[in-house]
């Protein structure tokens, strides 16, 4: 029997899918593919009742095990955290069980590995710290947003953030307003911090529909004056902004939308749809195979994302580059690391968050403007290029690398590039 020589990473992580159709923090799974062709990889995420086998794949996947009842069991691979703060006393007693049942488990995990990449600050990455400290293995986190915020405004949050960040040997946040939020937070972090957002999958060019449109982008518009379609993927939750989207559609003419997600704002959206009496269809979650194709279809993809009272904001949806990657224009509101990403009018087009003129306005531009989406569907295809995984795979493999021997220097990104083209 042969065995690898490449070294071996534990991957942390407090969501996951729940089978290789789930899209559900997706990113997470493309992260440890990513990562497979220059580590060991073993993925330990939280229980999921939900979960189907995972067939073979180019990591491994553990889940740790539920000991408390369903009812007020919070720690499971597909459900938020961020309200845990305000649930009741059973939920929490139950969520701090199950994370000691996780942490029992990537101990053992650990054991057999050279580095931890956990993702998240809390409630991996305080896992991932505290074995750091307890067996001296190197530890990479990454932050994506919810955490961050989460800290921020719990009590005992800016303490966990500077335990979490003095065990860690890198710090990744996935924009650089979250890499300035973090060092608010925690100043210590300045001098470990990185940013690289989370990578996308290539894409073949597409035309602009399929023969055969989705059910969800059907519409009751005459025979030979379709509809355009305007796409949102994602959680209906209140940071997402949804709500914006649907009362700027009110002032789009001849356009279907077609919302894909669920969460706790799905009835009070549906309902408020109803009442603006627009073209709309909630199909719920999708499947990997019918996010695809709905990217493929859409005319264009609207990321509406708002500004919380609690300060909250998104880090940079990884739908955003799938979408570029398709080959889709993007719409997206001037919040977290969208901005960072889109050039407004060349590669996407940015609204003020919580502006429903503002989209209105700019989703006209889309529809009525052909050449305008050729240049940027050109010019997004471009920006997807540059965060393909190969690409930011290599990137954060040469931090953990580099965190495994507390010598080296991270390479800069012209070290990296330079890597990437002899690779």
């Given amino acids: 029997m042969t065995h690898s020589t490449k070294p071996k990473l534990l991957i942390l992580t407090s969501s996951f899918p729940s089978g290789p159709g789930d899209e559900t923090c997706g990113y997470i799974r493309d992260f440890a593919r990513g990562l497979s062709s220059e580590f060991e990889v073993q993925v330990l995420a939280p229980p999921d009742r939900t979960a189907r086998n995972w067939p073979a794949d180019d990591f491994a996947l553990a889940r740790s095990c539920s000991v408390v009842p369903e009812s007020i069991d919070a720690f499971q691979a597909t459900r938020d955290f961020n309200d845990l703060p305000v649930r009741n006393i059973a939920e929490r ?19 057999e590995a050279d580095a931890i990449c956990s993702h998240w600050l809390v409630p991996a990455g305080a896992v991932g710290a505290a074995i750091a400290r307890l067996t001296g293995k190197p530890h990479v986190v990454v932050e994506h947003s919810g955490a961050l915020h ?30 300035l939020k973090l060092i608010a937070l925690c100043p210590e972090a300045k001098e470990k911090v990185e940013v690289i ?35 949102f993927i994602g959680r209906l939750t209140e940071v997402k902004g949804v709500d914006v989207l649907l009362r700027a559609m009110r002032r789009v003419a001849g356009a279907r939308l077609v919302i894909a997600g669920d969460g706790e704002q799905r009835c009070y959206l549906e309902a408020l749809a109803g009442d603006l009496a627009i073209d709309v269809a909630f199909p719920g979650r999708i499947e990997a195979s019918e ?28 739908v955003c580059l799938e979408a570029m990657a398709a080959g889709r224009p993007v719409i997206a509101s001037r919040t977290g690391g969208l901005a960072e990403i889109i050039v407004d009018g060349q590669n996407g087009l940015l609204f003020e968050a919580g502006d429903e003129l503002s989209l209105a306005k700019k989703l006209n531009l889309l529809i009525g403007d052909s050449e305008l989406r050729d240049k940027l569907a050109i010019n997004a295809r471009l920006t ?9 795979g290599l990137r954060f493999a040469r931090i953990i690398k580099a965190s495994m021997n507390r010598n080296d220097r991270v390479p800069d990104d012209q070290e990296l590039d330079r890597s990437f083209a002899g690779c």
């Fill in 93 to 111: 007693i139950g969520f701090i069980v199950s994370l000691l049942v996780f942490l029992i488990k990537a101990l053992r995990l650990a054991a």
């Fill in 150 to 179: 989460l800290l921020s405004r719990m009590r005992g949050g800016r303490l966990v953030a500077r335990f979490v960040v003095s065990a860690s040997e890198r710090v990744v946040t996935v924009s650089d307003d979250l890499r």
């Fill in 197 to 231: 957002p989370m990578g996308v999958q290539a894409n073949e060019p597409v035309g602009r529909h399929s023969e055969a449109r989705s059910r969800f982008a059907q519409s009751g518009s005459p025979a030979g004056s379709p509809k355009a379609m305007i796409l």
């Fill in 291 to 318: 996010r695809e194709r709905l990217l493929r279809e859409c005319d264009g993809l609207v990321i509406p994302s708002r500004v919380l009272a609690s300060g909250r904001t998104e880090g940079t949806p990884v």
């Fill in 384 to 392: 997807a290029a540059d965060h393909s995984w190969p690409r930011v």
